[in-house]
């Protein structure tokens, strides 16, 4: 269970292994797929939107170019039998959305018995959105091997306890791996917080994006925004509103067909519209490169939706700005908000304080041990009275979270950066102090497989 910030290589910590793994082990694909009508894929990576899925399935594709590994997606909203005929050519690795793959498997399309290697990407996010029953029939009810005779993977930014014990029905004995603000947001991103009542939102908006043209930065594609609304029926109307003021906007959210969607998303990538209003839709996963700006003008209703929509700026060590847009409604997000902005390092205004203690527990939510809470970023099995200790590097600060038991509990590495390269004293043993380097890096390789002299933290082989 692998919990990082927003942009810092999640899905190439999943990918890479993966390909990895296959091209070790050897395809398993069948040498004349034709005579076989089924898929037996070695890789699964479950994704909770088309677009993610599609995102992930172009990058593994990047990863595996020029190798014998075939990769493939599938998802809903896109013809059931072009995916089909996809499949029949033999895949490796295969991407999905739990809904189209349990039609497929019901449908002899698929088999999940050769599966090695199972990833959920930003899978609290898959566990809340109500895709917990498909899961628990795709892993427990159909034909893939057991937790043992399989490495599971689960990547986010966040993981608040109530889905860490969801999800560790979907694993054993597994490692808990937190690198960098887990669960918190990067301090690349500038958090500005702006009072605005409801009926002056729009007035409100345009005002700042005119702003933002005569500072050169929206209208290209190095200068893209995304706004984020809470309802389609709101995505909509304020797409209609920004065309009308003379703004090239378009909207994307969970009720526009998968062809519209697509295409929302190519025009904006490509900052031929640069501007996109988005339900969550677009909240998780999404690497746009070239968000400069994410307004949240309605507020989420949870802290770690909102770590997730400020993450499309900000990605692999650019900066970048998010600015909400908050009132009375919102008081209720108050004290995490300002907990958040003072992880990050950001100012936070005098009236946003105010409204935290307004809301009855800013005070108790302040004396609370930061670095020990950090919206998911801490292993539940270990409890809220566990004691941290914080280490930083050039690129990351980490907490020393422990699992396993008895005499053998290990640290995360104090001394990796984003993307999880370890450096010397990267295991802590509860009984015998740090490892040296020589030890760690032969502790590593023992347990992963994959390991060189420095050992891959994220992308390694740990089940």
Same mark, same amino acid.
């Given at each position: ?34 005579? &076989? ?69 019901? $449908? ?24 917990? %029953? ?6 427990? $009810? ?26 560790? /029905? ?6 808990? +791996? !937190? ?30 994006? @005119? ?7 929206? #209208? ?23 065309? $009308?003021? #003379? ?5 994307? @959210? ?9 295409? !929302? ?12 209003? =988005? ?10 490169? @070239? ?8 507020? %989420? ?7 997730? &929509?400020? #993450? ?21 997000? =108050? ?8 992880? =990050? ?10 409204? =935290?203690?307004?809301?009855?527990? @800013?005070?108790?939510? +302040? ?18 009275? *566990? ?6 590097? *050039? ?10 038991? #008895?005499?053998?509990?290990?640290? /995360?590495? %104090? ?20 490892? /040296? ?27």
């Amino acid at each position: 269970m692998a919990c990082a910030q927003t942009g810092s290589g999640k899905t190439a910590a999943f990918c890479l292994p993966i390909v990895f793994g296959v091209l070790r082990e050897g395809s398993k694909r069948e040498r004349h797929p034709s005579s &076989r009508r089924t898929a037996c894929p070695s890789g699964l990576v479950l994704s909770p939107t088309r677009e993610l899925a599609c995102q992930i399935y172009e990058e593994a594709k990047k990863f595996a170019y020029q190798t014998v590994v075939k990769v493939a997606v599938a998802y809903g909203g896109a013809p059931f039998g072009q995916q089909v005929r996809t499949l029949e050519k033999g895949v490796d690795i295969l991407v999905a959305t739990p809904g189209r793959l349990v039609d497929m498997i019901e $449908r002899d399309k698929v088999s999940l018995r050769k599966i090695r290697y199972f990833t959920m990407d930003e899978a609290d996010r898959m566990l809340d959105m109500g895709f917990e %029953p498909q899961i628990r029939k795709i892993v427990e $009810r159909m034909d893939m091997p057991p937790s043992g005779a399989r490495q599971t993977m689960l990547f986010s930014a966040t993981f608040p306890d109530d889905i860490q014990r969801l999800a560790s /029905d979907f694993l054993s004995d597994y490692i808990f +791996l !937190a690198v960098g603000r887990v669960g918190s947001s990067t301090d690349l991103i500038a958090q500005k917080v702006e009072f605005v009542d409801d009926k002056d939102k729009r007035s409100f908006l345009v005002d700042l994006l @005119h702003s933002q043209g005569k500072n050169g930065s929206v #209208g290209s594609k190095q200068g893209l925004t995304l706004v984020f609304v809470e309802t389609k029926r709101g995505a909509d109307a304020l797409e209609n509103w920004l065309l $009308r003021s #003379g703004f090239h906007a378009i909207a994307i @959210h969970g009720d526009k067909v998968q062809m519209e969607r697509e295409r !929302a998303l190519r025009s904006f990538r490509s900052g031929a519209i640069p501007i996109m209003v =988005a339900t969550d839709v677009a909240s998780r996963g999404l690497d746009i490169p @070239h968000v400069a700006h994410v307004i949240n003008y309605d507020l %989420p209703k949870s802290i770690d939706d909102y770590v997730h &929509r400020i #993450g499309r700026t900000g990605r692999a060590g650019k900066s970048g700005l998010a600015t909400a847009f908050f009132n009375g409604k919102n008081l209720s997000l =108050a004290t995490a908000l300002v907990q958040l902005m003072q992880e =990050a390092n950001q100012q936070v205004p005098s009236w946003l304080g105010e409204c =935290a203690e307004q809301s009855g527990s @800013h005070s108790h939510g +302040l004396a609370r041990n930061r670095r020990a809470n950090r919206f998911g970023g801490n292993d539940f099995r270990r409890g809220p009275k *566990s004691s941290n200790r914080s280490y930083s590097s *050039s690129s990351s600060y980490r907490d020393a979270h422990t699992y396993g038991s #008895g005499e053998n509990y290990y640290a /995360d590495p %104090p001394s990796t950066d984003v993307y999880g390269y370890a450096a010397a004293d990267s295991y802590l043993s509860a009984s015998h102090g740090y490892y /040296d380097a020589a030890n760690n890096n032969s502790r590593a390789n023992e347990s992963d497989g994959y390991g060189t002299s420095h050992g891959s933290v994220m992308a390694s082989g740990w089940e």
